[in-house]
């Protein structure tokens, strides 16, 4: 039995995770997905005092509220900024690191640091004309879901803490090269604010030069939501991170 814990990307929650996590359970695994402060279910604690720190936070209790040993580590687009942050503050916790689709930051960069500067700049300008310094989801449709899913995101997406997007991640790279990774490339379609760091994570001299060893990227035909567009293809890869695949 393997221990997950599955982290949502902005403007989303648990909810995301909903048949991935039902099929890790059937598995004969545990499966536990978080919600962020502010986001989701918790969106009545939307506040302009949330930082990226308020979510590191959410992700080192619910390991330690669970009580999760050798754990799989899955973390969506934004997080991934959380996850790798995990990484260095707590490896001996984690068996695998999951990048899905998500960011793999350089030390000192934060999420925006890789985004075009035309969605820096509206992301932004959104925030500071909310009252809580948050910006809204965009249509979904940049996911590649069908109609359906479609219509099941957008109904869920809640605007996301404004103050985590420009935030820098101090980190040891070595430390979090200590736990294997796999990034999962979601290609069809491709988002394009993941386009630098789908090449980044291509580039054997990043894994290699400041990540060190241990760490695969592998591609999955589908779009940015794979939890919602393909939850049995990522179960497949996630079990296998479990198992030990490099």
């Not at 949502?8 to 004969?28: D, M």
């Not at 109609?147 to 995101?153: D, S, T, Y």
Request: glycine share 6%; aromatic share 6%; hydrophobic share 45%.
């Amino acid at each position: 039995m393997a221990d997950f814990l599955l982290v949502h990307g902005a403007w989303h929650g648990a909810w995301c995770w909903r048949h991935v996590t039902e099929g890790l359970i059937r598995a004969g695994h545990r499966a536990h997905a978080v919600t962020l402060t502010g986001v989701g279910e918790r969106a009545h604690l939307m506040s302009a005092n949330i930082t990226l720190e308020t979510h590191i936070a959410d992700v080192v209790h619910a390991l330690e509220a669970e009580e999760l040993q050798d754990v799989v580590l899955a973390v969506h687009s934004y997080a991934g900024m959380l996850g790798t942050a995990v990484a260095d503050r707590m490896p001996q916790r984690l068996k695998h690191l999951v990048y899905v689709d998500a960011v793999v930051p350089k030390v000192g960069e934060s999420w925006s640091s890789t985004h075009a500067r035309a969605t820096r700049e509206a992301r932004l300008a959104a925030a500071q004309q909310d009252a809580h310094y948050s910006f809204p989801a965009p249509d979904p449709a940049v996911f590649g879901l069908d109609a359906e899913r479609h219509a099941w995101v957008k109904r869920r997406q809640t605007p996301h803490p404004g103050h985590t997007y420009e935030a820098p991640l101090q980190f040891d790279p070595q430390r979090v090269a200590s736990v294997p990774r796999t990034f999962i490339d979601c290609t069809q379609p491709p988002l394009a604010t993941i386009d630098v760091i789908r090449t980044r994570v291509r580039d054997a001299r990043f894994w290699d030069g400041a990540w060190l060893p241990g760490s695969r990227c592998v591609d999955l035909a589908t779009g940015h939501d794979p939890m919602v567009s393909a939850p049995e293809a990522l179960i497949e890869l996630l079990l296998g991170c479990a198992d030990g695949a490099r």
